[in-house]
């Protein structure tokens, strides 16, 4: 004899909707492309006198709230946010390296607990006239 209410127990666990643990979750890409600011970078004396022109990229991987997507500004990682970010970092003095410009926003970016992996491009844009620029890509992860 099958035990009814056994069964609805059973059925309801197999049927319940169960929260994807967050490796499975899917991630939104969040990014910022080509933002071009005045950076005091450079290692050489001749770079300590005037500001360079560098381009930044963000490419944010973000794992958003569990649930249906909402219309609120404060369930999203916003760019507006990060742009900030980087500005306030450019700005707060000489750095020798782009790396060091690079390692300084990603960490910034990683403060946001959603954002799992962070992709920052820094380019110096007027180094060589025969290159478009120079540059490097790191990418760091939420540990």
């Known amino acids: 004899m099958i035990n009814q209410r056994a069964m609805n127990k059973l059925f309801a666990q197999v049927v319940a909707p169960v929260a994807r643990p967050a490796a499975d979750r899917p991630l939104t890409h969040v990014f910022v492309r080509d933002l071009v600011l005045d950076a005091m970078i450079g290692a050489y004396d001749h770079e300590r006198d005037k500001p360079q022109r560098v381009r930044v990229n963000l490419d944010l991987k973000v794992e958003l709230r569990p649930g249906p997507p909402t219309d609120n500004l404060a369930d999203v990682v916003s760019y507006d946010t ?36 962070a992709t920052v ?23």
């Open 82 to 117: 990060m742009i900030a970010s980087v500005r306030e970092i450019v700005n707060a003095g000489h750095v020798n390296l782009v790396e060091t410009l690079a390692e300084r926003i990603a960490d910034r970016c990683l403060i946001d607990r959603r954002v799992k992996i």
């Open 121 to 143: 491009r820094v380019e110096k844009l007027d180094v060589f006239p025969e290159a478009a620029s120079i540059g490097v890509e790191i990418e760091r992860k939420q540990v």
